[in-house]
């Protein structure tokens, strides 16, 4: 039964908000439409008015698997399904639920007035960005091994090369001088060869071809 409630012009705007949404917002979210509308209240009223129009029987509260509690409007008999991504909630009607029935040896010494089904899941909308995502993820796969994160350039194929005609480790200048590049140019693809695993450095400031390097040249 509906107590009696004196409708202020703050619980109109607020039984408006929560009659225009069909996903059962939190007091959260419905203070950021309702502050739209009356920029002067503060999240602490529409908390309590929601309390005060749940309490008179105006609004149900929901407290779906224990997550922040929602407000819907339809005070008909209804269950709810809920995404566990983003949270959201719909309702679902049961027909045969009616039917159900809990086993006297079960009941615990209740006496039973009624019972809530909820169903979880994910939504469509987290369905279609997770698939998304997938593809995504699929595409950037598919690049690497095209591109192949151990493709060469030129000046990394002339390093690498006169690496390997090296005995033992050796410095940036060395590898300028058995190469046509600068010494700077020579230390910025080391350190790419160095990330990619087919230069090592040995010894400081030293460095050797590594057998995915050889590799790498074949």
Partial sequence: MQKLLRMTHQREVILDEIK??????????LYERIKKKLPRISLATVYRNLEIMSESGLINKLEISGRQKRFDWDLDQHDHIYCIQCHRVDNIDLADKKDVALPADQNRGYKVAGCRVEFYGICPKCSARSQKKQKGES???A???KCGSKELSEKQREIL???????????SKDIAAATSLEPKQVSCQI???????LVD????????ITGDGKDALS
């Fill in 20 to 29: 225009k949404s069909s996903t059962h917002p939190t007091a959260d979210e």
């Fill in 139 to 141: 595409k950037k796969m």
């Fill in 143 to 145: 690049c690497k091994s």
């Fill in 161 to 171: 090369e006169a690496l390997a005609k090296c005995e033992d480790a050796c410095g």
């Fill in 191 to 197: 350190t790419a060869l160095k990330k990619k695993g």
């Fill in 201 to 208: 450095s040995p010894v400081r400031c030293k460095y050797a």
